[in-house]
């Protein structure tokens, strides 16, 4: 479906230099302190980029430039945050490998099995017994209920039901027909969306109703009929996110935030202005890695890590950044236009589109946009669950770039 060759042999050439003068600026910055087993395991990761992105020109008939996009980002992520906290730069690179090799054995399972179309009630019944072990199980951190610890290993949940949930949707629209001749079959997506944010309502996690009413929107007004539906569920969403208004203090405190971080510039402000004032300091090519202050924002490695980025690198790497994303979320686009399996189809949009709200969601809050909503950057910011979960969603995006061997549903 997409061009391959000598071309592709450029950018990766190039990723894998800026990799290696990326490695070499940190040991110069960090000569006295940097530990020897930090330049091994990330000379083996660029290794296990490098031999990736060269593999999977061999495997796939499909698009080597969306893989190609996300190991740069994950690059650039994980410079920045081993400058913050090489404790958490270790970890990071050890969750990006994991999560290449992830990305491997989710293009092999989703296109060795078949039938992925009919499964509508196991993504359903799978997404439940997430979200109730996260209301059962999980930490509140932050206000919000949607980590869970288990043999000492921490992970969101909610990453995980994005991409079922996309299943979920995809596998409606292609059975839609059959449940239209059920009594009240028009209103199953439509009730188990409404399920969905309701349990994310009870865990407070307002972010990720955020992400799940814009997927569910997006994917409905392209492929439901009643676009009286649409209407419906547009007006559920305003007024749900007045409602969360009212309920939840916290969610008044980052409106009101967002209006004036000034007023409350010691306090609820901080986190804000800090990232703004970081921005700016760093000017069009940044105050030079190691050289700003990223340490006075809070978190600055998960939800404004794109704040200490653009202070150390510049706004140029920034907007690189968000062009990297928009080139992401195009390509994905491209792919589903091309699928001609309608299932897959759906799943690539989705996909996409998730990618395309994330990064907008955090881009708009860091820069003060929109309000501030706590999601993290995919492939980029601090964190295991976001990272493996994006590796898998990208290991699909892989398999539908594909001409699959599908017949049309």
Avoid at 20 to 35: C, G, I, P, R, V
Avoid at 106 to 117: H, L, N, P, Q, S
Avoid at 361 to 369: E, P, R, S, T
């Amino acid at each position: 479906m997409f061009s391959r060759g000598i071309n592709y042999k450029v950018p990766r050439n190039l990723l894998f230099l800026f990799e290696m003068m990326a490695l070499l600026l940190m040991f110069m910055y960090y000569k006295n302190t940097l530990d020897k087993s930090i330049i091994i395991y990330g000379l083996s990761l660029i290794f296990i980029v490098y031999t990736s992105n060269f593999l999977l020109l061999k495997i796939t008939r499909g698009d080597n430039y969306i893989f190609l996009i996300v190991t740069m980002l994950a690059s650039i992520g994980i410079i920045m945050i081993y400058r913050i906290n090489p404790g958490q730069g270790f970890k990071q690179i050890i969750w990006i490998g994991l999560g290449i090799v992830l990305f491997f054995v989710t293009y092999f399972i989703v296109k060795k099995i078949k039938g992925w179309e009919n499964w509508f009630l196991y993504y359903f019944i799978a997404s439940i017994v997430l979200f109730l072990m996260t209301l059962l199980l999980g930490d509140r951190f932050k206000g919000a209920i949607n980590w869970i610890s288990i043999a000492g290993i921490t992970f969101q949940p909610t990453e995980i039901i994005k991409i079922l949930t996309i299943f979920l949707i995809s596998s409606y629209y292609i059975n839609y027909d059959k449940f239209k001749e059920k009594k009240w079959g028009n209103y199953y997506l439509i009730g188990i969306m409404y399920l969905f944010i309701l349990f994310l309502f009870l865990q407070r996690d307002l972010g990720s109703v955020l992400i799940f009413s814009s997927l569910f929107l997006a994917l409905q007004y392209i492929y439901h009929e009643d676009r009286r539906l649409v209407l419906l569920n547009l007006t559920v969403l305003i007024f749900s996110s007045i409602l969360g208004y009212l309920i939840f203090p916290h969610v008044r405190i980052r409106f009101e935030i967002w209006l004036d971080p000034w007023k409350d510039i010691d306090t609820t402000g901080y986190q804000i202005t800090q990232s703004l004032f970081a921005i700016a300091e760093g000017g069009f090519f940044g105050t030079g890695l190691g050289l700003g202050y990223p340490d006075f924002i809070p978190e600055v490695s998960k939800d404004f890590i794109f704040s200490a980025i653009c202070e150390e690198i510049g706004i140029l790497t920034g907007i690189g950044i968000i062009m990297l994303f928009l080139i992401l979320v195009y390509r994905g686009f491209k792919i589903s236009i091309n699928q001609r399996n309608k299932f897959f189809r759906i799943v690539a949009l989705g996909i996409s589109i998730l990618f395309g709200i994330q990064s907008f969601i955090i881009f708009g809050g860091v820069v003060k946009m929109i309000p501030l909503t706590g999601i993290t950057i995919p492939f980029v910011s601090y964190g295991g669950s976001s990272m493996l979960s994006s590796f898998i969603a990208l290991g699909i995006l892989q398999v539908a770039s594909e001409e699959l061997d599908i017949e049309e549903v």
